[in-house]
């Protein structure tokens, strides 16, 4: 491991790991979709502002109502794909720390299920109806869902990475480790949510803006204007702010790990993720403050800032794995890998990987054509 | 030729490599689910998710028909009807259907860690590919569901058909694999992706379950007609006739059936036609619940001699097609004993060409895990033996819930209890060949007569090496083979074979 990740593994090992973090990146954006999302709206719901319209009504609001059973489904659908090459990458270790947690990890199943009947109540007519405490319970309950399963996840990645606590944690049924390690790393992930929903959110926003004022005559352009660009202006403030505190907390993880992963994380392997990762940050900062003194947002400016996002997600992606491979047996890594590049299937996920995507391509361009067919 | 070990210094964690075989053998934490056996949880979850799974398969080619009914000017209430149907296939179908899949992936973990790791190792670009059909799946099935009152009639239907194809796709693919674990096929010796997945069983099952689909698609559709409040009492009729003919391709079920039966191992054939009662019983269930749906299709749907009501539809789709399905998964995944994966691995986890090896060295010498609640077993020689209840038994046993080894072994004595254990495959021919050493074998016994003796704090040590001597003998008479040794094709894998002709040699 003396070559940036992953030139410096084995052929077949650095293949997988690239296939793993792009699924799994295509998978977090849609998770931070939901688990931002669902705060969001917990917060709205509490705290109703003291504007005229209150902000769980804004756009903003309802475009998350809107879409997040969406998201939901897209996030598990998108979550299957790393959760396939994980098994094939860290078999022993995944399936352990699965055992280990036992129920408790079990249990994020029907978790899953009764937040995403709740994401239905509260997308429904229904809920205009209900009293502030009902609704209130609904959006907490929904947030409290998505924070236990994301405490789940941490607790499992960190108890797979440390294969000498497994022994004592079968004995002793205290499987979820203590110390400053799981906090950090469980809050960089929930605060780093924040800036990936505020830039999907702009783009549904600038969407929504087109749309409303087209089918609502007696609303003012400047008023939609000002509604939009006011939340627009929030979503950026979130998204700074986000960056930055989710960055301490990364800090303050890394300042948990081992010294020898930090050296290999500082070194020629880690190094240039590490620089892109900060780079990205800073970038996608510039660009928020940059749409903060124009009166409107820029799609160039949100495009920019959700390729640095994209970005700034595989390098911390990629440490996440340095992370990993540095605490578990890269031996095994490495054959396991080796004999899964020997199975065949490969071209026929390929070929149907280009297929599935013109399909996919093809309904949204159906669907995008709705107004000319209407 | 020693199969290489390796011991992980990293983590302590212990396993075996054969490197010719480039399969990684790993030992896992076993997890006690009381009186329920592992295997239970398995079958919960699987079923539930199967008929869901089904149910969304089934409802693609029905909304597909209804809606080119409604399009054709044929029946002008299929269009009310494909709104409903679709908003119950998304709450039940999407939530519901897409999480346990996800749940029976964890939960496969839970009960057989290297069952699901061999099928992901072998199958994960099939898997890889249907996920992209998941994903045409959802993003279709969301935009008929968000877009449906803007759309043409055309284009609606244009997004049913690519949700009913990428939904039937998924099917064709974890058909391929769910069929290979009873039937390898020439997989065993090629290990060609496509001859595991074209395995003898893939075009029968995936017949088989298609239909299965129609017709759960059509009973629910049955359901959602009564419910939906704006369809009259003539319309509903006319929509129930109509998705009765999704029912009809039952009739081809007997035939699909006998052939899915016909590419089973003999062995499991026989399980499943009278050798094992309780998989008798659930296949006779499963049959009987197809017969009633089918003939009340004939009579009522076909036919129209009777009107479906909510009620009836209901009773016949929650009690019977769930029945049938339940029976049908419970025969399925029955048939295949004492695998999982057959001729590649046992119920237990452990490879037919594993058991030479660990008869020397032992199945739990290298298990870092302790006995839970250790302090309260008697003595060492029954710690062991809880370990290795654990490590071969403890997947589709309990020691006193379901499926009890104590209940089981009640009227075995001592000696009989020794023989029959490492004659295993012999006493009961479903069951895979003891393990372990005679020691292990030994300490399994006194476990279970402590057991049976009400748990008593104290307890002798029994390894007299007269014991252990004439368990060995047995053990040797007994061989590493399994019972159906002799309808075996092809050696799984000719180095590891050779492995453990060598291993029993030197046993000698």
Known sequence: ?374 | MEPARYNDEVSGATGQYFPERYTMIDMYPVNDYGPLMPGLVMAAVAIVHVFLAQFAVGGGILLCYFQWLAMTGRSESSRIFVHGYFKVLVLISFVLGALTGVGIWFTSIQVSAPTIGEMVFNFHWIWATEWTFFCLEVVAGYCFYRYHNQLSDRTCLTLLVLYAFAAWMSLFWINGILSWQLTPGDWLTTHAVADGFFNPGFWPSLFFRTIVCMTLAALIGCVVVNVIPALSREQRQELINKAAHLLMPMLAMPVLGAWFLYTMPSDSRSWVLGGSPAMMLFFMISVGASLAIGGYAFLGLWLQKLYVNGATASLLLLLLAFGATAGGEFVREGSRKPYTVRHVLYSNGIRPEEVAELRIHGCVTNDPYPVIHETSLPNEMVTVGAKVFRRQCAVCHTMEGSNAVAHLTASWDADQMRMNIAKLQQTKPFMPPFAGTAAELESLVQYILWVHDSRPNDWRDSSESATIDQITKWLDEAGTEPADVSSRKTPVATATRIDSSESEGSAE
Not at chain 1, 9 to 24: G, K, M, N, R
Not at chain 1, 67 to 80: E, K, N, Q, R
Not at chain 1, 365 to 373: A, D, I, T
Request: charged residues 10%; contains cysteine.
């Open chain 1, 1 to 374: 491991m003396d070559r940036m990740f992953p030139f410096g593994f084995d052929s077949h090992l650095a293949f997988y790991l690239v296939v793993y973090v792009l699924t799994l990146v295509v998978h977090v954006f849609l998770m931070a979709y939901v688990l931002a999302g669902s705060l969001w709206l917990s917060w709205a719901t509490l705290f109703p502002g003291a504007d005229a319209t209150p902000r769980a009504k804004q756009p903003l609001a309802r475009i998350l109502r809107d879409w997040m059973p969406f998201a939901l489904s897209g996030a598990i659908t998108a979550g299957v794909a790393p959760l396939l090459f994980v098994q094939i990458l860290y078999r022993q270790q995944f399936y352990t720390a699965n055992l280990l947690l036992g129920w408790r990890w079990m249990v994020v199943i029907p978790v899953l299920v009764m937040a995403f009947y709740l994401l239905y109540v509260v997308k429904s007519n229904a809920v205009g109806r209900m009293s502030l405490p009902v609704r209130l319970g609904l959006s907490v309950s929904i947030a409290a869902c998505f924070l236990f399963v994301a405490f789940c996840w941490t607790a499992n990645h960190l108890l797979s990475l440390d294969a000498t606590v497994w022994p004592e944690a079968y004995g002793s049924g205290v499987a979820v480790k203590s110390g400053f390690a799981l906090p950090l790393r469980l809050l960089t992930w929930i605060i780093g949510t924040f800036p990936v929903m505020s830039i999907l959110a702009s783009w549904q926003l600038r969407g929504m803006r087109s749309r409303t004022a087209a089918s609502d005559p007696t609303v003012s352009e400047s008023h939609w204007t000002a509604l939009f660009n006011f939340e627009h202006r929030r979503l950026g403030t979130v998204s700074v702010a986000g960056l930055a505190l989710a960055s301490v907390c990364a800090a303050g993880y890394g300042a948990t790990l081992p010294p020898s992963v930090r050296a290999l994380l500082i070194g020629n392997t880690g190094l240039p993720w590490i620089l892109v990762v900060i780079a990205g940050v800073l970038f996608q900062i510039a660009g928020w403050l940059f749409q903060f003194r124009r009166p409107c947002i820029c799609n160039r400016w949100l495009s920019a800032i959700s390729l640095a996002a994209t970005i700034t997600l595989i390098g911390v992606a990629s440490l996440r794995e340095i992370i990993r491979l540095t605490l578990v047996n890269l031996d095994q890594v490495t054959v396991a890998t080796k004999a899964a590049a020997g199975v065949g299937g490969f071209e026929l996920f390929v070929v149907f990987t280009i297929l599935n995507v013109g399909l996919i391509v093809w309904c949204i361009c159906l669907v995008q054509s709705r107004n000319r067919q209407a």
